[in-house]
């Protein structure tokens, strides 16, 4: 591509330097992440954004440049996808010249404060020494990049930028990002100071079409239950076939996938690699590096068995639970790891440690939350009535480990009640889903 055809391309890409705006599609959402996002924005320091392909990063990176459109001259802010530019290996120094040379007419070393947007950085291999040689020159530059796939904005930055990057993850939206989408706007409270809401039955009704909704709203306005799984049936393929592909040694396409799908049907459940190597035929190495590629594009994520052993911890073969429940609509997948699927995925988005338990007589704890003001045990029981049996892990954990408080996390039941000094929680899974809990 040659000098004119680049400058084609980003003014393109940059029409708010002639128009002072910026035109976004999708429905505005400002999604949770976006205070701390712009609190990132202020200083030197590169801001990455990576989540799984199709979740919105692009989207949140043009609501950005709409905010600093209101206070930062128009010209100031560079925005390119490095999904057209992938084949040329200079292209990120190349458009930085231009872009000084002649958009800016400026020397970088004397212009005033820029930002530059960078997304899909990892296209190009080796972007983090080009970067890091700009950013080591201390021009007033602030770098956003973003990617889909934590392996490869790390393995792409290497060591050039340990210390100058800061990365942020952008997840599926949350239930609460959902109701905003649909025009409901509700409070977010502590878990410890819930109390029925008044619109109740709105909630529940948004909530059970939350449930088959899942949280990639560019499905939300598709009707058609066929056209929803063709959409995420591609997005899989696109992410097996050029993104998982083009970065690691994947020998066995057919494996990755079906692996995908069989740990779809058990999300939620304790990873039993054995099972996984026969019903696949694939060697037991191949499994589970197959599984740490599918959680570096953020497909799966892992859970560990909690214990004061971090050697133990790691040794015993974690849980393992899909990105997003919308995926379920590909799998047969029971209703109850569905829903501890969506209460597990609520935790991590807050940016918590979760882990699961095992005790004695395979009694186990779901989902223990680890914070710096203590633990919490949470059982995911979603049915109304809740048996003795239900939390007897719960209770056996607590006194293991001497925690006042667990949480049941049920689909109508609302109450407190205390066993043998020990006080336990039911929470509707709905009403759940619109509390924090503080790191």
Known sequence: MDKLELLRELTLYNPWWNTGEISIDEIFVERDIFPDFLDSMNDQTILGIVGIRRVGKTTLLKQAIKHLLK?????????????????????????????FRN???????????????????????????????????????????????????????????????????????????????????????????????????????????????????????????????????????????????????????????????????????????????????????????????????FFLTKSYLYSSNTLKSFKKNPKIYAADHVFFDLSDTDEGLIIETIVFNHLIKQGLKVYYWQGKNKLEVDLVVKTHEGVIPIEVKYRNKIKSTDYKGLIEFMTSFNIKKGYVITNEHFSTKEIDGKVISYIPVWMFLLSSIKT
Not at 152 to 165: A, K, M, P, T
Not at 229 to 247: A, E, G, P, V
Request: aromatic share 14%.
């Open 71 to 99: 206070t930062v001259p128009q010209k100031r802010i560079l925005y390119f996808s490095l999904d057209m530019f992938k084949q040329e290996e200079h292209i990120i120094k190349r458009i930085f010249d231009i872009y």
């Open 103 to 297: 958009i800016l007419h400026e020397v970088p070393a004397e212009a005033q404060r820029v930002y530059i947007f960078i997304d899909e950085v990892q296209k190009i291999q080796n972007w983090g020494d080009v970067i890091k040689s700009i950013y080591d020159m201390g021009y007033p530059i602030k770098f956003i990049v973003s990617g889909s796939s934590s392996m490869n904005i790390l393995r792409g930055s290497g060591e050039s930028l340990v210390g100058r990057i800061y990365i942020m993850k952008l997840f599926p939206f949350s239930f609460h990002e959902f109701m905003k989408y649909n025009g409901m706007e509700t409070n977010i409270t502590s878990y410890e100071e819930l109390d029925f809401p008044f619109e109740a039955e709105k909630i529940i009704i948004m909530f059970n079409r939350f449930i088959t909704s899942g949280g990639f709203p560019e499905l939300y306005p598709i009707r058609s239950e066929e056209k929803v799984k063709i959409m995420l049936k591609t997005n899989l393929d696109l992410t097996f076939y050029r993104d998982i592909i083009n970065l690691f040694d994947v020998k066995r396409v057919n494996v990755l996938e079906g692996l995908f799908y069989s740990i779809l049907k058990q999300s939620g459940n304790v990873v039993k690699y054995n099972t996984l190597t026969t019903a696949l035929g694939a060697k037991y190495e191949t499994v589970k590096t197959y599984i740490e590629y599918l959680c570096s594009s």
